[in-house]
């Protein structure tokens, strides 16, 4: 099974700040990685689909990137709709799909 | 719009069975495979199972494996989960979920806003 481990654990930052959201695979994931903001009390959100794709609707603010073993998550510019929790996760090892433990987006 | 909606949640006791259901709506229903995933209370996600756009292909996590079943009824646009044998670990928001292709690729695209199924005695 591929573990991915996200960090920090918890962020800490203001609207207006740039935050920047890691996310590391046990093993290489190849570009099968995803990423999802989820609201208290509400479904997860897809925001990036295969590193980089930002899903329909997501603003630009939300970018991606990394290969293999090593991603991110940028905001570029937060806005105060923007703290949550964010998951990676990875379909390389399909079918079998797993979920980082999630990155929680505070205001500082 | 698309929606997912489940129902069908509970309280049930260890051992027992129960039926969640999610009914879908704004897309072609027996074109996309789909999932549901499960998040404990305060924990993170983790994905259940899988069922192809006509139910021909079906895969579980091992944690459930041999206990839940996967089903879709395209006649009717909506997707089954039937669990057996519940267990207190059990216990979580069950979300059915699009992937966005018809065999399946793992890319969730849309997510239902889930039912909760508890599992104590």
């Known amino acids: 099974e591929i573990v991915l481990t996200q960090s920090p654990a918890t962020l800490s930052l203001s609207p207006g700040e740039r935050a920047t959201l890691s996310c590391r695979a046990s093993?290489?994931?190849?570009?099968?990685l995803a990423w999802y903001q989820q609201k208290p009390g509400q479904a997860p959100r897809l925001l990036i689909y295969?590193?980089?794709n930002r899903a329909t609707g997501i603003p630009a603010r939300f970018s991606g990137s990394g290969s293999g073993t090593d991603f991110t998550l940028t905001i570029s510019s937060l806005e105060p709709e923007d703290f949550a929790v964010y998951y990676c996760?990875?379909?390389?090892?399909?079918?079998?799909?797993?979920f980082g433990q999630g990155t929680r987006l505070e205001i500082k | 719009q698309l929606q997912l909606v489940e129902s069908g949640g509970g309280v049930v006791q260890p051992g027992r069975s129960l039926r969640v259901s999610c009914a879908a709506s704004?897309?072609?229903?027996?074109?996309?495979?789909l999932h549901w995933v499960r998040q404990a209370p305060g924990k993170g996600l983790e994905w259940v199972a899988f069922?192809?756009?006509?139910?021909?292909?079906?895969?579980?996590a091992d944690s459930v494996k041999g206990r839940f079943t996967i089903s879709r009824d395209n006649s009717k646009n909506t997707l089954y989960l039937q669990m057996n044998s519940l267990r207190a670990e059990d216990t979580a928001v069950y979300y059915c979920?699009?992937?966005?292709?018809?065999f399946g690729s793992g890319n969730i695209d849309y997510w239902g806003q889930g039912t909760l199924v508890t599992v104590s005695s």
């Open positions: 996760q990875q379909r390389s090892d399909w079918p079998l799909l797993t």
């Open positions: 093993q290489s994931v190849s570009s099968y």
């Open positions: 295969d590193v980089s």
């Open positions: 704004g897309f072609t229903f027996s074109s996309y495979a």
């Open positions: 069922i192809s756009y006509d139910g021909t292909n079906k895969y579980y």
């Open positions: 979920a699009r992937d966005a292709s018809h």
